[in-house]
């Protein structure tokens, strides 16, 4: 195996996530090559954590276990056998529960975990300690002598300070496919670690691009008008990256919004490149400017197909990966968030990009490319030094974005919303993560809820960063 993280040798575990449901169609290649790789390593070297569902019925409060019974029975007759359940339920699963499970399914009661509802998900760790869940495994794995009991001050103290918010700040999430909210789930979690870095509480209110547009307000003005109030009532938006030109009219007319109205800004890959397009027609009276990517005839294109690419052939002519980004403007915020460094590496996924040819019209109109790559020819992040916070990036900072480090650009975008950058920026040398030096502020606790879910699989139009939807 190679290393996972380009730093570090190879891993001593490798971690295999296969989803679906036992007895799905779909599934069944992938449930053969499993059992193949089990049959090759042999025991000892492979450890199956079967994750199924113990229902609770409302009524009677009675856990039900024959759900997951059927589901290892089905995995059992697929060839593959589970060392430990870990049963997702509403409530800690009673003895009596644990161990007609254990019957059963011929699995250990010591390894039987339950993975209840808890006030916010940095709880997990801490439930998965308690019940010696890291213990199971390793005595499956045969790693006893080899590991040592966890320490999880870290995730005490972020569990804590999370249930312990109050002020909340309002992001707009004007997006092609709000409908769902894991299309954006890598965002959300960046949204959620800057938020906990920050000491606010996440809303996420979602904002269909389409809806935003002038023809909605024809066709569905109910939709027109709730999708501007969101967006109004914002504190800070945020357009993430995309593909295709459904909604991109609403999305530049949201960049707009956001420019003139200094309201917080941030926008990922496609993000970036409509603020410039919206930047081009309004500030520089470029009426005509816009992407190649959607109207490949236009005068002005500020936004152009990468001419390394190939655009007959679509796979694997995408920029992806780790590149490395240089700060050309030392006191701008994004390097100042980042520490003041003087490159970032950040992983990258487009096809098209900035029209380099057109960079200095844009710096002369008031637009700064405060980051670019290597040869100076590719632009990476864009500020507008007089605006409280509007910044672009071509990569994607939410792909790095982890708990203790969140990602800076999702951070300014907290900090500006909640009225914070100023200072964060003045003490720009300091490293913004939470830790049990940083007690909470309050000991109020917020529960989460559980909200009748609608059809497009939101709760009320609304995500709070505990991942559940709440009663408004």
Not at 135 to 155: Q, R, Y
Not at 252 to 280: D, H, S, T
Not at 294 to 319: L, Q, Y
Request: net charge neutral.
């Amino acid at each position: 195996m190679i290393p996972v993280d380009g730093k570090e040798g190879p891993a001593d575990v490798c971690v295999i996530e296969l989803g679906g449901t036992i007895g799905d169609i779909e599934s069944m290649p992938f449930i053969e090559a499993l059992g193949q790789f089990s049959y090759r390593v042999g025991p000892g070297n492979i450890c199956l954590v079967h994750v199924s569902l113990v229902p609770v019925l409302n009524v009677v409060g009675e856990q039900k276990t024959k759900p997951t019974q059927h589901s290892v029975r089905g995995l059992r007759g697929l060839g593959l056998t589970p060392n430990i359940l870990a049963c997702r339920s509403t409530k800690e699963l009673e003895d009596n529960v644990k161990e007609k499970l254990s019957q059963f399914c011929h699995v250990p009661a010591t390894n039987i975990v339950t993975l209840y509802d808890v006030s916010n998900i940095w709880r997990i760790p801490l439930l998965l300690r308690d019940q010696k869940a890291h213990e199971a495994i390793l005595k499956v794995l045969n790693l006893e002598s080899f590991a040592w009991e966890p320490k999880l001050d870290e995730w005490v103290a972020r569990a804590t300070i999370f249930d312990a918010l109050q002020d909340t700040v309002r992001i707009a999430m004007v997006g092609k496919y709000t409908g769902l909210s894991d299309s954006y789930l890598s965002v959300l979690k960046a949204l959620l670690h800057a938020s906990v870095n920050c000491r606010r509480k996440l809303v996420v209110d979602w904002v269909a691009s389409t809806d935003l547009e002038d023809s909605t307000a024809i066709v569905a003005p109910d939709a027109y008008e709730a999708a501007w109030n969101l967006l109004k009532g914002a504190d800070g938006i945020l357009v993430p990256g995309g593909f295709g030109d459904r909604g991109v009219q609403g999305k530049i007319l949201a960049a707009k919004y956001a420019r003139e109205n200094n309201v917080p800004y941030l926008g990922i890959c496609l993000g970036m490149q409509i603020a410039v397009v919206e930047f081009a027609r309004h500030v520089m009276n470029l009426s005509d400017a816009n992407s190649t990517e959607f109207d490949p005839n236009t005068k002005a294109p500020c936004v152009i197909f990468m001419p390394e690419g190939s655009k007959t052939h679509m796979g694997g002519t995408m920029r992806l990966g780790l590149r490395r980004t240089f700060f050309k403007v030392a006191d701008c915020k994004s390097a100042k968030l980042y520490g003041n460094a003087g490159y970032v590496d950040e992983r990258h996924r487009h096809r098209y990009e900035v029209n380099p040819d057109m960079v200095p019209e844009f710096e002369n109109a008031g637009l700064q490319f405060v980051g670019k790559d290597d040869t100076g020819r590719r632009m990476e992040i864009i500020e507008i030094p007089s605006h409280r916070y509007f910044a672009g990036a071509q990569f994607h900072p939410e792909f790095k974005s982890r708990p203790s480090k969140p990602s800076p650009l999702f951070v300014g975008l907290i900090a500006a919303s909640s009225g914070q950058l100023d200072r964060m920026l003045q003490d720009c040398c300091n490293d913004h993560v939470v830790s049990a030096k940083h007690p909470p502020s309050n000991g109020s606790v917020h529960q989460n809820g559980h909200a009748k879910k609608l059809p497009n699989g939101l709760s009320n139009g609304t995500y709070y960063a505990n991942g559940n939807g709440v009663h408004a």
